[in-house]
C-alpha cells in the first residue's frame, strides 16, 4: 500500500479526516485516485472500522471524495463531473442546456409587493401559512398516505440532499434510476451512498431492477414519476402498482419520489407511494415553471421524516425566506401566472413533438417524451455523433453523462430542443443525420 496511508497516525475519524485532507489539499492524493477500502485502512492503522467510515464520511460532506460503488472511495476533482445548465465559453448552439425557455418564466414583478410583509424573526414557524395552505392541496390529492407533514426547502436537490442525510449513513445503498439526474449521482457520490442501478424504460423503473435493488439491501429509492431525466420516462398506472406490490414487504425503505416537472406535465400523476407505506417524501421543486434561480421546493413527507428533516431546516440555521415563500405563493396563486404555466406547458410538449415527427421521418425514431429534453436512440455510439455535430456547430450531451456504470458506450444524445423554430430543427435533423453517417 502507498507509504502515504501507512504514516497516518490520527486516532479519531476528526484526525484521520485532517491528516487525509492534508494529502489531497498537498497534491499527494491527485483527482481520481483511490482511498484504501476502508477495512484495508482500519486493519493497516489498528483502528475501528467505523472510525475510517466516519473519517470518509466527513471528507465526503466536503466535496474532497465520493464513493463510485464498486470503483471505491475516490478523490474528487475541480471539475470532477458534468453539470447540467449552458456550457461556459462555447461558440457552439447548445442543445444540451435542459433549461426552460425563459420567454416562459413569469415575470415576478407584480408579486413582489405581496411578499413584502412583516419580518420573520428567529423562532417562528418556517413555512409561510399562505404558501402552506396552497402547497397542502396541491401534494394532499397525488398522495396515498392521508398523513404528511409539509416541508420547504431550498429547491429539490437540497431536499433530496437532507433527506438522505437524514436517514442513512455512509456506504448505505441508495436505488437511482439508470440512467440518471446528474445531480442525484453527484448527492450519492458525495454523501459517501452507494448507488444501485434500476433500469429505466418506456414506462419508468423497471420492476425487475427495483426488486434486485432491494435484494441489494437498499435503504432508500429516489425516483422521477414524470419527465425522467434525461428519458423523459413517465410511469404509468400498471408500471407504478407492479413497483407498489414489490414494495408492500419492504415499508420502511426510503422512497423519494423527485416531480420536478409537475405543472408542467401532461402526464398524470402516479406514484410507489403505497397507502401504509411508512418511509416516504414527495418533492416537487417550482424551478422548472418559476424559474431555476426560485430555489423553492415542497417536500411531502411522513411525519417522522418530516421531523427529522426540520431539525436540519430549524430557525437560525438553514430555512427558506419567507419572502421567497411569499413571492412563490403569490405567483402560483395568481390566475394569470397559472394559465402561463399552462401555455408554456402545452408549449414543450408540442416543440417536442415537432422534432419527434422530424426526426422520424428522416430515419431517426424517437419518442416524444415528456419533460424539457428529448432522449434520441442512435445506431452508433453517442461520443462520436457528438463530436461530428460539433464540427457541424452544435453542441449535445451524450447519454455517458448520465451513467451510473459507464460500463459500455451510450447510444443515445439528450437534446434540449423547444427553442429551436421549424428552420432551425430542419437543420439540426439534416446535421444529426451526417454526423451519424460520418461516425458510422
Known amino acids: 500500500m502507498d507509504d502515504h496511508f501507512s504514516g497516518l497516525r490520527g486516532a479519531t475519524a476528526a484526525e484521520l479526516a485532517d491528516e487525509l485532507r492534508t494529502l489531497i489539499e498537498r497534491g499527494a492524493l491527485a483527482a481520481g485516485d483511490a482511498l484504501p477500502p476502508v477495512r484495508t485502512l482500519a486493519d493497516l492503522l489498528g483502528m475501528n472500522r467505523n472510525t475510517v467510515v466516519a473519517a470518509y464520511r466527513q471528507l465526503a460532506a466536503g466535496g474532497l471524495v465520493e464513493s463510485r460503488g464498486r470503483a471505491g472511495t ?162 404509468t398506472a400498471r408500471r407504478a402498482a407492479d413497483l407498489r406490490s414489490v414494495l408492500t414487504d419492504h415499508p420502511y425503505v426510503l422512497i423519494v419520489e423527485d416531480d420536478h416537472f409537475s405543472m408542467l406535465s401532461r402526464e398524470p400523476y402516479e406514484s410507489l407511494i403505497g397507502p401504509d407505506h411508512r418511509r416516504f417524501a414527495l418533492v416537487r421543486s417550482v424551478s422548472k415553471f418559476l424559474g431555476p434561480d426560485m430555489c423553492l421546493a415542497v417536500t411531502a413527507s411522513d411525519p417522522d421524516t418530516a421531523a427529522r428533516l426540520g431539525l436540519r431546516l430549524s430557525p437560525g440555521t438553514t430555512w427558506v425566506s419567507h419572502i421567497l415563500q411569499r413571492l412563490v405563493a403569490g405567483l402560483v396563486t395568481d390566475a394569470d401566472v397559472r394559465a402561463g404555466i399552462a401555455a408554456a406547458a402545452d408549449h414543450y410538449a408540442a416543440r417536442n413533438a415537432a422534432f419527434a415527427t422530424a426526426a422520424a421521418s428522416a430515419g431517426l425514431p424517437v419518442v416524444a417524451s415528456d419533460g424539457l429534453n428529448v432522449w434520441l436512440p442512435l445506431p452508433v455510439p453517442a461520443r462520436g455523433a457528438a463530436e461530428q455535430l460539433m464540427r457541424r456547430g452544435w453542441l449535445a450531451r451524450t447519454g455517458d453523462e448520465f451513467r451510473l456504470i459507464p460500463d459500455a458506450p451510450s447510444h443515445h444524445l439528450r437534446l434540449t430542443v423547444h427553442e429551436l423554430d421549424d428552420d432551425d430543427r430542419s437543420a439540426l435533423v439534416t446535421d444529426l443525420v451526417a454526423a451519424i453517417a460520418a461516425a458510422s
Not at 125 to 139: G, S
Not at 163 to 181: I, K
Request: charged letters at 25%; one cysteine or more; aromatic letters at 4%.
Open 74 to 235: 475516490r478523490v474528487s476533482g475541480a471539475a470532477r463531473s458534468a453539470q447540467d445548465g449552458f456550457a461556459p465559453d462555447s461558440v457552439l448552439r447548445d442543445i444540451g442546456s435542459g433549461n426552460p425557455d425563459p420567454a416562459r418564466i413569469p415575470d415576478p414583478s407584480r408579486a413582489l409587493a405581496h411578499a413584502v410583509g412583516r419580518p420573520i424573526l428567529y423562532g417562528e414557524a418556517v413555512v409561510d401559512p399562505e404558501l402552506e395552505r396552497w402547497a397542502r392541496d396541491w401534494v394532499g390529492s397525488d398522495l396515498q398516505p392521508e398523513a404528511f407533514s409539509l416541508t420547504i426547502t431550498s429547491g429539490a436537490v437540497d431536499a433530496v440532499e437532507r433527506l438522505l442525510a437524514q436517514a442513512l449513513v455512509r456506504d448505505d445503498a441508495v436505488a437511482l434510476e439508470d440512467p440518471c439526474f446528474l445531480a442525484s449521482i453527484h448527492t450519492v457520490r458525495l454523501g459517501g451512498y452507494r448507488a444501485v442501478p434500476v433500469p429505466v424504460d418506456e414506462e419508468g423503473m423497471t420492476v425487475a431492477g427495483l426488486r434486485a435493488a432491494l435484494d441489494a439491501g437498499v435503504r432508500a429509492i429516489v425516483v422521477t414519476p414524470r419527465a425522467q431525466n434525461p428519458t423523459g420516462a413517465c410511469l
